[in-house]
């Protein structure tokens, strides 16, 4: 019995890791995400993405780092957004020298 136990309990974790892997450029704050896509569709662009998972809309303020400068503040645009109720939009694009870029939400009204 434990044995079959301590079988689904890891696949569990596996799971759960495998799940977490995938959303690792994620970043969320009350039910808005944003996600950055590289090399999307072929293009050598990296793409932010926002993502609206409330069924209401919101307004939302997005900071983008092309360059991964973020704690300096060098090199970064900051966005205010409106979504539609479980909307989503390309916020911004860029062809970056190297992979490292980040979009993070800032706030949600």
């Known amino acids: 019995m434990f044995g079959k136990l301590s079988v ?17 450029g994620a970043n969320t704050l009350s039910k808005v995400s944003t996600r950055i896509i590289p090399n999307w569709n072929n293009t050598r662009s990296d793409v932010c993405f926002i993502h ?47 992979r490292g870029g980040s979009c993070k939400v800032l706030s949600v009204q």
Do not use: H
């Open 8 to 24: 689904r309990i890891s696949v569990s974790v596996v799971a759960a890791v495998l799940g977490l892997g995938s959303n690792a």
């Open 52 to 98: 609206n998972s409330n069924n209401v809309q919101v307004s939302a303020v997005v900071s983008v780092f092309p360059m991964g400068t973020a704690a300096f503040g060098i090199d970064s645009w900051t966005f205010p957004v409106f979504l539609d109720a479980f909307g989503s939009a390309r916020l911004f694009s860029w062809t970056p020298p190297r």
